[in-house]
T-cell receptor, first 113, second 115 residues
Framework: SQQGEEDPQALSIQEGENATMNCSYK?????LQWYRQNSGRGLVHLIL?????REKHSGRLRVTLDTSKKSSSLLITASRAADTASYFC?????????????FGSGTQLTVLP | GAVVSQHPSRVICKSGTSVKIECRSL??????MFWYRQFPKQSLMLMAT?????????EQGVEKDKFLINHASLTLSTLTVTSAHPEDSSFYIC???????????FGQGTRLTVV
């Protein structure tokens, strides 16, 4: 299976703290994306990092990609209660169907006020 | 960003009936859309790839006669759960991308409950 693994599965932090989530994958990728899902809702795209990029920022989000280790991390700085959600990494794999994303197992983040 | 609209957001149906879920790309054309299923506290599992003007491609283990997919236009794909059973109760989500290899945009999801 190409499905990635994310850790931790669940993370609980205090408001204002930073949250780091990790994603590992098994084979080479074209790019990797991070999505957020509030309970019972669809997914919201957060950030895309290409295979030739190592780090990318968007507001309070920082994503890193280490292709040698086949891993990525998502850092949310100065977390807020509204950041409480599930976060998924997803990747396009070469040789897979065009535009077919494979999702990681997800991290449930809880930010306590 | 691009908008994908999915309808209905919630549906309750009786066992044995069929339910149709619509997925529309509102501001872009999509030759390919994807249908996922998600169980509580789990990740998204790809069910099938919907191809405009041709047959859908189903993932292993997904019954094509059970989950009928129609992609009749560049902005609309439908998933019909036929002869629904309680085990079909789940959260179904569609996605589409304006261009290959870039970010995917997701519908709001449909919570199906079969009673």
């Amino acid at each position: 299976s190409q499905q990635g693994e994310e850790d931790p599965q669940a993370l609980s932090i205090q408001e204002g703290e930073n949250a780091t989530m990790n994603c590992s994958y098994k084979t080479s990728i074209n790019n990797l994306q991070w999505y957020r899902q509030n309970s019972g809702r669809g997914l919201v795209h957060l950030i895309l990092i290409r295979s030739n990029e190592r780090e990318k920022h968007s507001g309070r989000l920082r994503v890193t990609l280490d292709t040698s280790k086949k891993s990525s991390s998502l850092l949310i700085t100065a977390s807020r209660a509204a950041d409480t959600a599930s976060y998924f990494c997803a990747a396009y794999y070469p040789g897979g169907s065009a535009r077919q994303l494979t999702f990681g197992s997800g991290t449930q983040l809880t930010v306590l006020p | 960003g691009a908008v994908v609209s999915q309808h209905p957001s919630r549906v309750i149906c009786k066992s044995g009936t069929s339910v149709k879920i619509e997925c529309r790309s509102l501001d872009f054309q999509a030759t390919t859309m994807f249908w996922y299923r998600q169980f509580p506290k789990q990740s998204l599992m790809l069910m099938a790839t919907s191809n405009e003007g041709s047959k859908a491609t189903y993932e292993q283990g997904v019954e094509k006669d059970k989950f009928l997919i129609n992609h009749a236009s560049l902005t609309l794909s439908t998933l019909t759960v036929t002869s629904a059973h309680p085990e079909d109760s789940s959260f179904y989500i569609c996605s589409a991308s304006p261009m290959a290899g870039l970010e995917a945009f997701f519908g709001q999801g449909t919570r199906l409950t079969v009673v």
